[in-house]
């Protein structure tokens, strides 16, 4: 034991290092605090009904009615019980408050990586460090896109695995590539683990090209194999998610329109997909925050613009007479009506850049000059790709190609997301080539001379921001002109009060981006001195790389704070009272029906989950409903609300406000059509786009809509008119609806339920019967004549077959960790 302190010693201090540093940043947590994102709160919200049910039954349903008339719940809140991942990710965030357990799995993810590729301990810290507090992870841990942040944890170690598999330790890499593969793909964020495999993919192709140089194919051959065996047992491990996911995926807003591209969008679908997917694309110049943060403005924000020292401040105040309330309402008004903000990038609004360190981009530069890896050029390629794909509309030549034919690459949206993966590269390279630097295989005149082509490059770049911004950069937005001229109008024609102002605004975002290049220039001039000083045996190495890592830490830590600071915290009472009853809602949750749905038209109703924290919502909030129902949205709720659709979902209360003294309003729909019912009518449309004009006007107690595609289902001869049936739902469970049925003949009977054939399967008396859909989105099925009890119950095959390959899945991986450890532990008491 005391030999092994001896021996990890180092590695334990340093991880006790990141402890603190974590509790010190995220120091509210200690008094009890957590952080207010918005994201998670929204979660919650979504979860209301999942979350009650398992607190109730010890299980949670695999469907919720809380959103959307209802949806799977498998991208909401799923338990996946048999599968091993579930219980690791529980390990990671349960051990220390949030953040701090999400942040130090970056840290020693990353730390674990560089210590697979022999890197001093200390220089290991720094790149670490790099790499966790990239502000691209503090802004997604501020907007509470945890599962994100997660994800991109298991970026490092999992190329760890590959590297120590590839090295030759086949049963330790291939295993612990199989852990961390494992719980990236149970984070359940697609987009992050379909990035990494792109830059793996890369990766492997280099290796492959090694591989045939130096003939060594057939090491190599068998190291794929191992690591092929890690991703199948990863995907074993994680069947349950991947398959419902896959399945569901194909039925979501990700799929293909049922309605043809004039009915749905009124032009070219690829083209609105396109637009959807490079809605946030990273600016061509907005890449250079990567060296100097806040050239670009920083987030969408008017913090230094009601500053009473700004510019814009200075030139509104001659109008407000110097009023400090009326001149920041006036910016506040400008910001919001004109855009007249910070940021003046292209992209639609941002919560912070992506800035990788100015000391991190020198040595980064310097590694460019000096690495002798073949793993440069692994890191440079997929940051060349990955910066270009980022570019989406900027620069669609690349991404265009990938949007059109590469895999699943026009699934995700946000394409400037891709970034996370050069926020890993760009640290890996620079400490690879300060590894170099000390292994001593170069002239030490030849790296003293790249050193300072390297701080010639980077820092003269901010040097010259710094002296002459307007040399490279306007600090204009791509739509300046048209701002000055509804500025204009706003000034009553005051043309020149309205250039005065819009002038200010520039000075100020000059002002902002000239402060960054110095302070910029000024890291690049600690890191030059400390890597100078070590190479010239001024300093020892572990002073020297302990130094750095403090360095890196403090540049990082002091940009970070401006998008993720104590102010984010809030109380866990205040959090946990975040969604307070207001009197309509409280009279509606007297309503003791077991299933009806509300309609909320206070806020965002089909882009916000406020409402689903108390009701069964016909909106609310997700990245990914179904698509069917999305169209119903545009069609018939967009531009108008249409009262036959609010009946046909059961829609038994309006919620409104009143917009002179901001009062709410409840209103009762008295023709909402209940839970189920009887339609004496079939109308048959031909497609989609028919039965959504269909329901555009009618009847749904009278006629039910079907598409034709049906009609094989439905036995018209011994078809009654349903006088006298009685239809009732007699027991609620969000995935389990039990009805009583009572019929002199057969009937069609109509289910205020969303359609969703990949789980839901239809019993009458226990025995299973066909159902279809019907009026574009809801459940219906021909019923026979007499008294039964009719069920839905929701059994995707996807779920609890999958469940049962995680629970093999796991067995293997926990086998196969076992077994790497002994071997290993062998080896090492054998040497």
Same mark, same amino acid.
């Given at each position: 034991?005391?030999?092994?302190?001896?021996?990890?010693?180092?590695?334990?201090?340093?991880?006790?290092?990141?402890?603190?540093?974590?509790?010190?940043?995220?120091?509210?947590?200690?008094?009890?605090?957590?952080?207010?994102?918005?994201?998670?709160?929204?979660?919650?919200?979504?979860?209301?009904?999942?979350?009650?049910?398992?607190?109730?039954?010890?299980?949670?349903?695999?469907?919720?009615?809380?959103?959307?008339? &209802?949806?799977?719940?498998?991208?909401?809140?799923?338990?996946?019980?048999?599968?091993?991942?579930?219980?690791?990710?529980?390990?990671?965030?349960?051990?220390?408050?949030?953040?701090?357990?999400?942040?130090?799995?970056?840290?020693?993810?990353?730390?674990?990586?560089?210590?697979?590729?022999?890197?001093?301990?200390?220089?290991?810290?720094?790149?670490?460090?790099?790499?966790?507090?990239?502000?691209?992870?503090?802004?997604?841990?501020?907007?509470?896109?945890?599962?994100?942040?997660?994800?991109?944890?298991?970026?490092?170690?999992?190329?760890?695995?590959?590297?120590?598999?590839?090295?030759?330790?086949?049963?330790? &890499?291939?295993?612990?590539?199989?852990?961390?593969?494992?719980?990236?793909?149970?984070?359940?964020?697609?987009?992050?683990?379909?990035?990494?495999?792109?830059?793996?993919?890369?990766?492997?192709?280099?290796?492959?090209?090694?591989?045939?140089?130096?003939?060594?194919?057939?090491?190599?051959?068998?190291?794929?194999?191992?690591?092929?065996?890690?991703?199948?047992?990863?995907?074993?491990?994680?069947?349950?998610?991947?398959?419902?996911?896959?399945?569901?995926?194909?039925?979501?807003?990700?799929?293909?329109?049922?309605?043809?591209?004039?009915?749905?969008?009124?032009?070219?679908?690829?083209?609105?997909?396109?637009?959807?997917?490079?809605?946030?694309?990273?600016?061509?110049?907005?890449?250079?925050?990567?060296?100097?943060?806040?050239?670009?403005?920083?987030?969408?924000?008017?913090?230094?613009?009601?500053?009473?020292?700004?510019?814009?401040?200075?030139?509104?105040?001659?109008?407000?007479?110097?009023?400090?309330?009326?001149?920041?309402?006036?910016?506040?008004?400008?910001?919001?009506?004109?855009?007249?903000?910070?940021?003046?990038?292209?992209?639609?609004?941002?919560?912070?850049?992506?800035?990788?360190?100015?000391?991190?981009?020198?040595?980064?530069?310097?590694?460019?000059?000096?690495?002798?890896?073949?793993?440069?050029?692994?890191?440079?390629?997929?940051?060349?790709?990955?910066?270009?794909?980022?570019?989406?509309?900027?620069?669609?030549?690349?991404?265009?190609?990938?949007?059109?034919?590469?895999?699943?690459?026009?699934?995700?949206?946000?394409?400037?997301?891709?970034?996370?993966?050069?926020?890993?590269?760009?640290?890996?390279?620079?400490?690879?080539?300060?590894?170099?630097?000390?292994?001593?295989?170069?002239?030490?005149?030849?790296?003293?001379?790249?050193?300072?082509?390297?701080?010639?490059?980077?820092?003269?770049?901010?040097?010259?921001?710094?002296?002459?911004?307007?040399?490279?950069?306007?600090?204009?937005?791509?739509?300046?002109?048209?701002?000055?001229?509804?500025?204009?109008?706003?000034?009553?024609?005051?043309?020149?009060?309205?250039?005065?102002?819009?002038?200010?605004?520039?000075?100020?975002?000059?002002?902002?981006?000239?402060?960054?290049?110095?302070?910029?220039?000024?890291?690049?001039?600690?890191?030059?001195?400390?890597?100078?000083?070590?190479?010239?045996?001024?300093?020892?190495?572990?002073?020297?790389?302990?130094?750095?890592?403090?360095?890196?830490?403090?540049?990082?830590?002091?940009?970070?704070?401006?998008?993720?600071?104590?102010?984010?915290?809030?109380?866990?009472?205040?959090?946990?009272?975040?969604?307070?009853?207001?009197?309509?809602?409280?009279?509606?949750?007297?309503?003791?029906?077991?299933?009806?749905?509300?309609?909320?038209?206070?806020?965002?109703?089909?882009?916000?989950?406020?409402?689903?924290?108390?009701?069964?919502?016909?909106?609310?909030?997700?990245?990914?409903?179904?698509?069917?129902?999305?169209?119903?949205?545009?069609?018939?709720?967009?531009?108008?609300?249409?009262?036959?659709?609010?009946?046909?979902?059961?829609?038994?209360?309006?919620?409104?406000?009143?917009?002179?003294?901001?009062?709410?309003?409840?209103?009762?729909?008295?023709?909402?059509?209940?839970?189920?019912?009887?339609?004496?009518?079939?109308?048959?449309?031909?497609?989609?786009?028919?039965?959504?004009?269909?329901?555009?006007?009618?009847?749904?107690?009278?006629?039910?809509?079907?598409?034709?595609?049906?009609?094989?289902?439905?036995?018209?001869?011994?078809?009654?008119?349903?006088?006298?049936?009685?239809?009732?739902?007699?027991?609620?469970?969000?995935?389990?609806?039990?009805?009583?049925?009572?019929?002199?003949?057969?009937?069609?009977?109509?289910?205020?339920?969303?359609?969703?054939?990949?789980?839901?399967?239809?019993?009458?008396?226990?025995?299973?019967?066909?159902?279809?859909?019907?009026?574009?989105?809801?459940?219906?099925?021909?019923?026979?004549?007499?008294?039964?009890?009719?069920?839905?119950?929701?059994?995707?095959?996807?779920?609890?077959?999958?469940?049962?390959?995680?629970?093999?899945?796991?067995?293997?991986?926990?086998?196969?960790?076992?077994?790497?450890?002994?071997?290993?532990?062998?080896?090492?008491?054998?040497?």
């Amino acid at each position: 034991m005391n030999n092994w302190l001896k021996a990890n010693g180092i590695h334990l201090a340093i991880i006790g290092f990141f402890v603190i540093i974590c509790f010190v940043y995220f120091s509210p947590v200690l008094q009890g605090k957590a952080p207010a994102q918005d994201d998670v709160l929204q979660a919650k919200a979504m979860q209301k009904e999942i979350m009650e049910y398992k607190d109730k039954d010890g299980k949670a349903p695999l469907w919720t009615n809380q959103m959307f008339g &209802g949806m799977p719940a498998y991208q909401i809140w799923a338990q996946y019980a048999y599968n091993g991942a579930t219980y690791g990710l529980k390990l990671i965030l349960n051990v220390f408050p949030s953040p701090v357990g999400t942040v130090l799995l970056l840290l020693s993810g990353a730390y674990f990586l560089f210590i697979v590729l022999r890197i001093n301990p200390w220089l290991a810290a720094a790149g670490a460090i790099a790499f966790a507090f990239t502000t691209y992870n503090f802004v997604l841990i501020a907007a509470g896109h945890n599962n994100k942040v997660l994800a991109i944890g298991f970026f490092a170690p999992i190329i760890a695995g590959f590297i120590l598999t590839l090295r030759g330790k086949y049963w330790i &890499g291939g295993s612990l590539t199989a852990l961390f593969l494992a719980l990236l793909i149970r984070a359940n964020h697609v987009q992050m683990a379909y990035y990494l495999f792109l830059s793996v993919l890369i990766f492997m192709g280099i290796e492959l090209y090694q591989a045939y140089k130096t003939k060594t194919l057939p090491a190599l051959g068998k190291a794929v194999g191992y690591l092929t065996a890690a991703l199948v047992l990863a995907v074993m491990v994680n069947a349950s998610v991947l398959w419902t996911t896959a399945e569901y995926a194909k039925e979501t807003i990700r799929g293909k329109s049922n309605l043809t591209s004039a009915a749905s969008d009124g032009g070219d679908s690829n083209a609105k997909a396109k637009e959807y997917a490079y809605g946030w694309s990273q600016g061509i110049g907005e890449s250079f925050t990567f060296l100097i943060p806040d050239l670009y403005g920083g987030a969408t924000s008017i913090n230094e613009l009601v500053k009473p020292e700004s510019h814009m401040y200075k030139a509104i105040s001659e109008v407000t007479g110097g009023d400090p309330a009326q001149t920041t309402q006036a910016i506040q008004q400008l910001a919001q009506n004109l855009n007249m903000q910070q940021y003046w990038g292209e992209k639609p609004g941002t919560s912070g850049g992506y800035y990788f360190g100015a000391i991190i981009c020198f040595l980064f530069v310097f590694g460019l000059f000096i690495v002798r890896s073949h793993l440069k050029w692994w890191i440079l390629a997929t940051t060349v790709l990955f910066i270009l794909l980022s570019f989406g509309k900027n620069f669609p030549l690349i991404s265009d190609l990938f949007f059109d034919y590469f895999p699943l690459y026009n699934k995700f949206r946000a394409v400037e997301s891709i970034l996370a993966v050069v926020g890993l590269m760009v640290p890996l390279l620079a400490i690879l080539a300060v590894k170099e630097a000390q292994d001593g295989n170069t002239d030490q005149k030849v790296l003293i001379q790249k050193l300072k082509w390297s701080a010639g490059i980077t820092g003269g770049f901010a040097l010259i921001v710094a002296i002459v911004p307007t040399l490279f950069f306007s600090f204009k937005t791509a739509n300046h002109q048209e701002i000055v001229q509804a500025l204009t109008q706003t000034l009553q024609n005051n043309t020149a009060l309205a250039h005065k102002i819009a002038n200010a605004l520039i000075e100020d975002r000059i002002a902002i981006g000239r402060a960054d290049a110095i302070r910029s220039f000024i890291f690049i001039a600690i890191g030059f001195t400390l890597i100078w000083a070590f190479l010239t045996k001024k300093m020892t190495a572990q002073v020297a790389f302990g130094l750095l890592a403090f360095a890196v830490l403090f540049d990082m830590w002091q940009v970070d704070r401006r998008y993720l600071n104590n102010s984010n915290f809030a109380s866990k009472s205040d959090l946990a009272s975040h969604f307070e009853p207001r009197d309509v809602d409280n009279f509606i949750i007297a309503d003791k029906d077991p299933d009806f749905r509300v309609l909320d038209l206070t806020g965002n109703t089909f882009s916000n989950a406020s409402a689903s924290a108390f009701h069964k919502t016909i909106g609310g909030y997700h990245a990914a409903k179904l698509k069917r129902y999305q169209e119903l949205i545009e069609k018939q709720f967009s531009k108008s609300i249409n009262q036959d659709a609010l009946d046909m979902l059961n829609t038994k209360y309006i919620i409104t406000q009143d917009q002179q003294n901001g009062s709410y309003k409840m209103q009762r729909n008295a023709t909402a059509a209940g839970n189920a019912w009887i339609v004496p009518k079939v109308q048959f449309a031909k497609d989609a786009d028919e039965e959504m004009t269909a329901i555009s006007s009618f009847d749904p107690k009278q006629e039910a809509i079907v598409d034709v595609r049906y009609k094989s289902m439905i036995d018209e001869k011994r078809l009654g008119p349903g006088t006298g049936a009685i239809i009732k739902l007699e027991s609620y469970h969000p995935d389990h609806l039990v009805y009583s049925f009572s019929a002199a003949t057969d009937v069609i009977a109509v289910f205020s339920e969303i359609y969703y054939d990949k789980g839901w399967n239809m019993y009458v008396d226990g025995v299973e019967k066909p159902y279809f859909r019907a009026d574009y989105v809801l459940r219906a099925a021909q019923l026979e004549a007499g008294n039964h009890k009719v069920e839905f119950k929701f059994e995707p095959v996807s779920y609890y077959m999958g469940e049962k390959i995680s629970l093999a899945g796991s067995i293997l991986l926990v086998a196969g960790l076992g077994f790497a450890f002994y071997s290993e532990n062998k080896k090492k008491k054998a040497a």
